[in-house]
């Protein structure tokens, strides 16, 4: 276990029962209501160095959402939850050097574990290591594939000041292919000094009132959650959020690249308060078409937020043509059972248009107004959704740096234009109305 000489760890441990069994359907619901878990264990571990004093020190509630394949060949669903039986071998205090660890193996061959990372000022979990057995039959009833699964995971928790304990009721989770992790009413504290667990506690985002308002909070239905953050204290002003990564997608026709954007994305939802929330490029992925006079692009961020973009081509002249971006849809779903929080789509768009063979460049932010709650806020926008030759953007024509600078011109510029045609008009007309009068007088 130590490595080290001076650690010898004495763990203690002791596992809670919580609440009794209900339906899977309604836990599912409540865990988007922020409460309402049920036959789940706390799971309290107690980290001591070689003086006894407390180094690391964790309480949680956890629990796993499973997909695997079963001897008929199709997936199934199951949950994994702790057992009464919870040990904790393994764990880690840490050091300068050395990441902390906690670890915990539970009922019939499943752990879970994540190490701590410090740095002067801060610690910070780095990856969650989490192994099912598929072996455990009264989890896994019918396996296809019998034995340990592993998978390993980047922590989404935040730095938290060193001295400072993390806490967070709301739930966080954790999402890779197969798996879900879900984790509520955490307390945590890595390198503790002093055997003394910190009086000022770190919240996560989602536990600040600012965004979890004491009753359940009628926007937790839509964040995508990111909630381990070490947030300070609430401000008044909503919190102003970071601009989104630039995600880069590209869709694939045979295995030839037939359209390709990069762009960062940040949903505007509004409904009590608005709730901006940023699209992660590392857990979205593209999907859609591409034709020869529409193509699709579909965004699919977590299984939670779905955004569809349709481009189509138009002629301007008999030998000119050019395509634009006509319509986006965007589909909040619960994450936990697909269902439909929120759908809102607009197709009367006429932006983004550049001509065929060409490609869409727009670094400065850009809105599209999608319905009255729902706004894409686009970044760092570069786009081709037709004829991509060899995986790479054609030539770019931008949007202009600003744009109304150069509408001004062009509205006086039609607007003049018109007023000619009219006076020519209207002097024809004229003409041939004096001529007609005088035919007839
Ligand atoms: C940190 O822990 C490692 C492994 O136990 C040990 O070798 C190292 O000397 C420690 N470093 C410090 C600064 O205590
Ligand atoms: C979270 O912990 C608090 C007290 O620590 C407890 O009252 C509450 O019931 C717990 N929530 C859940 C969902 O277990
Ligand atoms: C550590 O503390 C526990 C009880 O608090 C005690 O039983 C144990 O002997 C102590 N160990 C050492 C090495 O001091
Ligand atoms: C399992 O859950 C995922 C979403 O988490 C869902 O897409 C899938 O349809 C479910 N499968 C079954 C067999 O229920
Ligand atoms: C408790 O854990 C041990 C070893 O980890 C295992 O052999 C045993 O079956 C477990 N008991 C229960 C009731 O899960
Ligand atoms: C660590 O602390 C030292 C001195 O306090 C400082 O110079 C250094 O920049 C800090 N390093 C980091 C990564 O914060
Ligand atoms: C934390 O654990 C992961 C997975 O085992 C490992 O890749 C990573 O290097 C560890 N981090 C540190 C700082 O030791
Ligand atoms: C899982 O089951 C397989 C076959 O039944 C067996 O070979 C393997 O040793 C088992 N592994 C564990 C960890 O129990
Ligand atoms: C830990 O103890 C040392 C010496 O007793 C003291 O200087 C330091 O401030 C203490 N740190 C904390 C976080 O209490
Ligand atoms: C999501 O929140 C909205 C607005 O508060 C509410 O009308 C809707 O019923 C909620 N949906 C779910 C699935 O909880
Ligand atoms: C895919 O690419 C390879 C060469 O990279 C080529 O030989 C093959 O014909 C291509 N297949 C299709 C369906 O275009
Ligand atoms: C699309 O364009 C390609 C190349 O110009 C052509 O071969 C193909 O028939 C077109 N497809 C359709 C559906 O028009």
């Known amino acids: 276990m130590a490595k080290g000489g001076w650690r010898s760890l004495l763990l203690s441990a002791r596992t809670v029962s919580m609440g ?8 599912l619901f409540l865990l988007l209501s922020t409460s309402g878990f049920f ?42 939850n702790l057992s009464s039986n919870v040990t904790h071998d393994g764990s880690v205090c840490g050091n300068d050097t050395q990441a902390a660890l906690l670890a915990v193996q539970f009922g019939e061959g499943h752990s879970w574990s994540v190490n701590f990372t410090k ?40 730095p938290v000041q060193l001295n400072n304990v993390f806490v967070c009721h709301n739930a966080d989770f954790l999402e890779t292919e197969s798996v879900t992790q879900i984790f509520w009413n955490v307390t945590v504290q890595a390198f503790v000094q002093n055997g003394t667990i910190g009086k000022k506690e770190s919240r996560c985002r989602a536990d600040t009132p600012t965004s979890a308002p004491t009753v359940p909070p009628t926007i ?20 102003p959020v970071e601009n989104p990564e630039t995600g880069n997608y590209s869709l694939k026709s045979g295995n030839k690249t037939c359209l390709l954007a990069n762009v960062g994305l940040q949903l505007n939802v509004s409904q009590d308060k608005p709730l901006l929330v940023n699209i992660n490029p590392k857990t979205t992925s593209a999907d ?32 000119a043509q050019k395509f634009y971006l006509k319509e986006v849809n965007v589909t909040l779903l619960n994450r936990l059972n697909g269902s439909v929080i929120s759908n ?4 009367n768009f006429s932006k983004w248009d550049a001509f065929l063979g060409t ?45 109304d600078d150069i509408l001004i011109p ?20 004229g003409r041939r109305k004096s001529y007609a009068g005088y035919q007839t007088l």
């Open 20 to 27: 009794s069994r209900r339906a899977f359907a309604r836990l």
């Open 39 to 80: 036959q789940s264990y706390a799971v309290e571990v107690d980290v001591k160095d070689g003086a006894n004093a407390t180094c690391l020190y964790a309480n949680w509630m956890m629990r796993f959402l499973i997909t695997y394949e079963t001897n008929s060949s199709d997936y199934r669903n199951t949950t994994l």
């Open 119 to 158: 740095t002067n000022e801060t610690y910070q979990g780095d990856f969650i290591t989490f192994t099912y057995n598929t072996n455990d039959t009264t989890v896994f009833p019918d396996a296809k594939r019998k034995g340990p699964v592993t998978i390993v995971v980047r922590d989404t928790m935040q």
């Open 220 to 239: 937790a239905n839509v964040t995508t959650a990111s909630p381990t953050t070490a947030s300070p204290a609430p401000t008044t002003a909503p919190k």
């Open 288 to 319: 859609g078409a591409c034709g020869n006079t529409t193509a699709i692009l579909k965004l699919n961020d977590r299984n939670s937020t779905l955004i569809g973009f349709t481009f189509v081509v138009k002629n301007v002249s008999t030998t």
């Open 344 to 347: 809102a789509d607009n197709s």
């Open 359 to 403: 490609s869409y460049m727009c670094q400065k932010e850009q809105t599209l107004e999608i319905s009255d709650s729902i706004q894409i806020h686009t970044f760092n926008l570069w786009i081709q959704p037709f004829l991509v030759e060899e995986n790479k953007f054609s030539t770019a024509q931008e949007c202009s740096l600003d744009d």
């Open 410 to 429: 062009i509205v006086v510029g039609a607007a003049l234009a018109g007023l000619i045609a009219i006076i020519v008009l209207a002097y024809i007309i």
